[in-house]
């Protein structure tokens, strides 16, 4: 369901695609936040540019251009070649421009889904990464990135507070900037009959230059897979803190698609502590067509009231939600559909549509 087309110059190799899957979704379920009557405001897709041999010495170019219907993403990253058994280093430039729904959007329609309240964020930030070499279970990568985010409005201007007043940013101003370090590290263990896979990140907000933010950001998730005769459980569990400075846009933002179905995008709650849970048994039904039921709950622990400025409080955001239902997968060569149907405790339905390339749930 896309269009893709490769261009050769010279050793340089160009990939440009149109996601029709992802244009058709976004145009169906999530109009655009900014009203405008350019045609090129609804042209949904990647362009991507890799280059092998930059200086002769098989230096890596990437650049990446992602482009949606309210957010775009672009990505510089230039990799120096190094022997397998040493750390590969990249040093990575990149700007996005997302609406942040998640923490500053309201609740509507009972809490399945998220409004926007004009707040956008623009990130720059650039850095170096640092990937050591993946033993058979584990996979580790560390980054040192300095970072610079400024809400901006639908019209592109920079603002510094939100409609009630209240400050976007942690130093009050129009942007702030910060120094982090970023370690995160994997494992995984897959066979035939079970699964688990770990993930835990780190940030350290670094003082090194004046008024940057200090901080620690930590977040981990376990999830543990077990076949049970022909059908399959999965069940995860999710949990994060951030002490120090913070921004509201850096806390935890519960509810959505991954998190607790059946809720917008952050409309459970945000805060300084996080924990979500997720349980999901799959039943096979016919050849390539499999049914689902899901239980997904999460909790910011009562720490809401810690964000600067109250955001999800004032949003009247409950802190706590549950969310369940079930869903059918569609396993194609392209990869698996999937459709689910979840309920939230305000017995509101939201259906769900995704595409995963992976084959995989």
């Given at each position: ?18 996601d ?68 590969q ?8 421009m ?14 399945t ?16 990464e ?15 990135k ?23 940013t942690?130093?009050?101003n ?13 494992y ?19 003082p ?8 620690n ?29 913070m ?27 996080c ?23 999460g909790?910011d ?10 955001p999800?409080?004032r949003?009247?955001k409950?802190?706590f939600?549950?969310g ?5 997968h ?8 999937r ?6 405790a305000?017995?509101?339905?939201t259906?769900y549509f995704g595409?995963?390339?992976s084959?995989?749930?």
């Open positions: 369901m896309g269009a893709q087309q490769s261009v050769n110059a010279g050793k340089a190799k160009v990939d440009m695609q149109v029709l899957t992802h244009m058709l979704c976004e145009v169906l379920l999530l109009p655009p936040l900014r009203s405008s009557g350019v045609t090129l405001s609804q042209i949904v897709g990647r362009i991507s540019l890799k280059h092998p041999n930059l200086f002769g010495r098989s230096e890596k170019l990437d650049v990446i251009l992602d482009k949606g219907i309210n957010d775009s993403n672009v990505v510089v990253a230039y990799r120096r070649p190094r022997p397998e058994w040493l750390s280093q990249s040093f990575v430039v990149q700007h996005s997302t609406p942040e729904v998640a923490v500053h959007g309201f609740p509507a329609d009972n809490f889904r998220s409004g926007s309240r004009g707040i956008n964020l623009s990130r720059l930030s650039f850095g170096l640092l990937n050591e070499p993946a033993t058979s279970n584990w996979t580790s990568g560390t980054s040192v300095f970072e610079h985010i400024c809400p901006v409005n639908n019209q592109g201007h920079s603002i510094a507070r939100d409609q009630d007043g209240f400050p976007l942690c130093s009050g129009l942007h702030d900037n910060m120094i982090i370090l970023k370690q995160e590290s994997g995984a263990d897959v066979n035939d009959n079970s699964f688990l896979k770990v993930n835990f990140q780190m940030e350290q907000g670094l090194l230059v004046p008024k940057s933010l200090t901080f950001r930590v977040k981990c998730a376990v999830s543990k897979g077990i076949k049970l005769g022909p059908t399959f459980l999965v069940t995860s569990l999710t949990g994060g803190s951030i002490v120090g400075d921004a509201p846009y850096q806390a935890f933002a519960i509810g959505g698609l991954g998190s607790v179905r059946g809720y917008g995008e952050g409309a459970v709650g945000s805060g300084r502590l924990l979500i849970a997720n349980c999901e048994y799959t039943i096979p039904l016919v050849k390539h067509l499999e049914g689902s039921i899901f239980l997904d709950c909790s622990l009562g720490s809401a009231r810690h964000v600067p400025g109250n999800a409080l949003q009247g409950p802190g939600g549950i369940f239902g079930y869903g059918l569609f396993n194609t060569d392209l990869g698996q559909i459709v689910d149907y979840a309920m939230n305000f017995n509101r339905k259906i595409i995963n390339s084959g995989g749930s």
